[in-house]
């Protein structure tokens, strides 16, 4: 086992505090958490109680905090590029939770902070570990679906939200919420060629201004159709996924995927159109439709990860790359990939523009 990673974690909201900690005290073995920095003495003092690390107020003390090597950003959304920089002049490795950035502005500046500090900074799209999303990238390149055609990404919920969150002013919206997530798989279904896209947004369920329903229809290069939805006001939820293709299709809700195709050694005989007027006798299908019969497949699997905690495993990534020089999944690149799709929309959706 190489040598722990000391980690201070800044910002002990929601994802700081609990998120963060709880996965890091996971992994005794990788890291260790040595300081926390807060603007709350409350949650400071939370902290200390549940990680016997300091928690600081002052942010020079905490950023010049000798025994740390990693510092996990999870202020709020607006401050995540500064803060990054700060961190990043001290040396030291960071983690950047989502939203990275909130303008193409300041994805710009990430692309320039990681040319500047090479192999320090590092994006938690922890959403790339999901296991239904590995699944189905796996079916989907598998060919049992054939050429696929359109792809349906849907998270649902019906939620009357009323913190920071719901506030253009903090940068709050599901875009920079459930966004970065859903976005970034998008794009690796579509593998970062997008030809057009069209989007909308509305309010519908959360208290303060900003979107909690968001749409977009991506077209790929390939002519691959993506349509994504996130909604804090959908009392009936869809399917997170639905995939369709010319020998079959998915859908998947929670970990539960259902398949249906047609047999991989199914050969059709017959592969042209008839141009001469159909049969009026023999029903409807007679003389409308190729009578083959279909030799269809059924599957419903159960998505597993390589382990319970799928969403974690990027920590394994994580240490992986700083301690043992793996690779790390995400980049920079496509992280502000994310970035710029989501400037593009607020930019179609002017009511919705960060303040």
């Not at 002052?58 to 090597?69: G, W």
């Not at 500090?117 to 790339?128: D, E, T, W």
Request: aromatic residues 10%; glycine residues 8%; negative net charge.
């Amino acid at each position: 086992m190489s040598e722990k990673i000391k980690v201070g974690i800044w910002g002990l909201g929601r994802a700081g505090l609990i998120t963060h900690v709880s996965e890091l005290q996971q992994y005794p073995q990788q890291f260790e958490i040595r300081a926390g920095m807060d603007i709350d003495p409350e949650r400071n003092r939370i902290f200390s109680e549940k990680t016997g690390a300091p928690a600081y107020d002052s942010e020079e003390a905490f950023l010049q905090a000798a025994d740390v090597d990693l510092i996990s950003i999870a202020t709020r959304s607006q401050d995540h590029v500064s803060h990054c920089e700060r961190a990043l002049s001290t040396g030291k490795f960071v983690f950047l939770e989502k939203p990275i950035a909130l303008t193409r502005a300041d994805g710009a500046r990430l692309l320039e902070l990681d040319k500047q500090y090479p192999g320090k900074l590092f994006l938690r799209h922890n959403r790339r570990f999901e296991a239904p999303f590995n699944n189905i990238k796996g079916i989907i390149a598998s060919g049992k679906l054939g050429q696929v055609a359109e792809i349906k990404l849907c998270r649902h919920s019906y939620f009357r939200r009323s913190d920071w969150q719901t506030l253009l002013s903090c940068g709050g919206g599901q875009l920079n919420n459930w966004g970065p997530h859903i976005i970034d798989h998008a794009l690796q279904f579509l593998d970062y060629k997008v030809q057009d896209m069209w989007s909308d947004l509305k309010c519908i369920a959360a208290i303060g201004d900003a979107e909690d329903h968001v749409k977009i229809v991506f077209k790929g290069e390939s002519g691959l159709v993506v349509d994504l939805e996130i909604s804090g006001g959908a009392a009936l939820p869809q399917n997170d996924y639905t995939v369709f293709g010319t020998r079959g299709a998915l859908t998947c809700r929670g970990h539960e995927i259902h398949l249906k195709y047609i047999d991989p050694d199914q050969v059709f005989k017959q592969n042209t159109a008839i141009d001469g007027n159909p049969p009026l006798e023999g029903g409807f299908t007679s003389g409308y439709a190729d009578l083959e019969t279909v030799n269809w497949v059924e599957e419903k699997i159960t998505a597993c990860p390589a382990a319970p905690d799928d969403l974690h495993r990027i920590w394994y990534a994580l240490y992986a790359a700083i301690r043992e020089g793996v690779q790390y999944p995400i980049t920079v690149e496509q992280g502000v990939a994310v970035v710029n799709v989501i400037d593009a929309v607020r930019a179609a959706n002017p009511a919705f523009a960060q303040h």
